[in-house]
């Protein structure tokens, strides 16, 4: 320890980082193996919402971490480590996930400016020349009638995966990292560099996506 | 309120990012309205599914041969540092 006083308080992310950053300046393989250990699994998960094939997905994660090591002399800490190396895996999926789209049927690269869609079908309420206008024409099941086994099946988590895969490229990155990763909104928003009121627009669309796919998927079931 | 118009505030309550006296209307929405009552355990349901995926992800991962062609490269750009 060096014989000045550290400021108060636990040891920062920041430092951490800092720490960690001059480390893999040095070639250090320890720090390297931190990282990979620490955002390695979240990456991959990350570039297969653009690049579904996870041999494919892993190859995008390995070109980012060497954009990170052949860029880690000019990173200057504006953003977090963390911010900085999702940044690369972003640009770097997305660029992959264009050259791949003609062997991959899914719209993962829609545009999300252009994406006002309501959460629900309007034609799941009732008319405005309706007394309860606005209300439910078609309600909602309840899933919890459902067998365990359907609500928490292999195929129902394949359609989850096909419903995020299906996602224009900013509402999926939001939705893996808020409910798969389960990261704190304000970490999602430094991470994409989006505001928190944008971080929650998009996590609503999401998500009212992705229900409305698995509420197909058991109605599917309940008729068949 | 209506319940398409619960539909699109929903997020913003589960996040606890609205106005009180939204949150008031919107919790007396749920107690009188089965629909939407539903809905949001739909919605619920929804998001412990996505919070499943890690696990799944998890299962069918061959994370030590991945790791060990990170590793090589890693030593790759090291040795060509050096």
């Given at each position: 320890?060096?014989?000045?006083?550290?400021?108060?308080?636990?040891?920062?992310?920041?430092?951490?980082?800092?720490?960690?950053?001059?480390?893999?300046?040095?070639?250090?393989?320890?720090?390297?193996?931190?990282?990979?250990?620490?955002?390695?699994?979240?990456?991959?998960?990350?570039?297969?919402?653009?690049?579904?094939?996870?041999?494919?997905?892993?190859?995008?994660?390995?070109?980012?971490?060497?954009?990170?090591?052949?860029?880690?002399?000019?990173?200057?800490?504006?953003?977090?480590?963390?911010?900085?190396?999702?940044?690369?895996?972003?640009?770097?999926?997305?660029?992959?996930?264009?050259?791949?789209?003609?062997?991959?049927?899914?719209?993962?690269?829609?545009?999300?400016?252009?994406?006002?869609?309501?959460?629900?079908?309007?034609?799941?309420?009732?008319?405005?020349?309706?007394?309860?206008?606005?209300?439910?024409?078609?309600?909602?099941?309840?899933?919890?009638?459902?067998?365990?086994?359907?609500?928490?099946?292999?195929?129902?988590?394949?359609?989850?995966?096909?419903?995020?895969?299906?996602?224009?490229?900013?509402?999926?990155?939001?939705?893996?990292?808020?409910?798969?990763?389960?990261?704190?909104?304000?970490?999602?928003?430094?991470?994409?560099?989006?505001?928190?009121g944008n971080q929650r627009i998009l996590l609503h669309r999401a998500r009212s996506k992705v229900r409305a796919a698995l509420e197909c998927y058991f109605a599917e079931g309940a008729t068949g | 309120m209506t319940c398409r118009e619960f539909v699109e505030v929903l997020t913003d309550?589960?996040?606890?990012?609205?106005?009180?006296?939204?949150?008031?209307?919107?919790?007396?929405?749920?107690?009188?309205?089965?629909?939407?009552?539903?809905?949001?355990?739909?919605?619920?349901?929804?998001?412990?599914?996505?919070?499943?995926?890690?696990?799944?992800?998890?299962?069918?991962?061959?994370?030590?041969?991945?790791?060990?062609?990170?590793?090589?490269?890693?030593?790759?750009?090291?040795?060509?540092?050096?």
């Open positions: 320890m060096p014989p000045v006083a550290l400021p108060a308080g636990p040891r920062s992310e920041n430092d951490d980082e800092r720490a960690l950053v001059a480390a893999l300046r040095r070639g250090d393989e320890t720090a390297f193996v931190t990282l990979v250990e620490r955002y390695g699994a979240s990456l991959v998960r990350l570039a297969r919402t653009f690049v579904r094939d996870r041999a494919v997905a892993e190859e995008v994660v390995q070109e980012t971490w060497l954009a990170v090591l052949n860029g880690i002399d000019r990173f200057e800490g504006r953003s977090s480590l963390r911010t900085w190396i999702f940044q690369i895996l972003s640009n770097r999926a997305k660029t992959r996930a264009v050259r791949e789209r003609r062997s991959a049927p899914f719209s993962s690269l829609a545009s999300d400016g252009e994406d006002d869609a309501a959460a629900v079908d309007a034609d799941r309420f009732r008319d405005e020349s309706h007394r309860w206008a606005g209300h439910w024409a078609a309600a909602p099941s309840d899933w919890s009638h459902l067998p365990e086994e359907r609500l928490l099946g292999q195929e129902t988590l394949a359609r989850v995966r096909e419903a995020i895969e299906r996602l224009p490229s900013r509402q999926a990155d939001v939705i893996v990292l808020r409910d798969v990763e389960g990261w704190p909104p304000d970490e999602v928003c430094a991470a994409l560099g989006i505001s928190d | 309550y589960l996040e606890d990012a609205i106005e009180p006296c939204v949150r008031a209307e919107i919790e007396r929405h749920i107690v009188i309205c089965r629909g939407c009552s539903n809905y949001v355990e739909e919605m619920r349901s929804t998001v412990g599914l996505l919070g499943r995926m890690v696990a799944e992800d998890a299962d069918g991962a061959d994370g030590d041969a991945h790791g060990e062609q990170l590793l090589s490269m890693f030593r790759a750009w090291q040795a060509g540092r050096a």
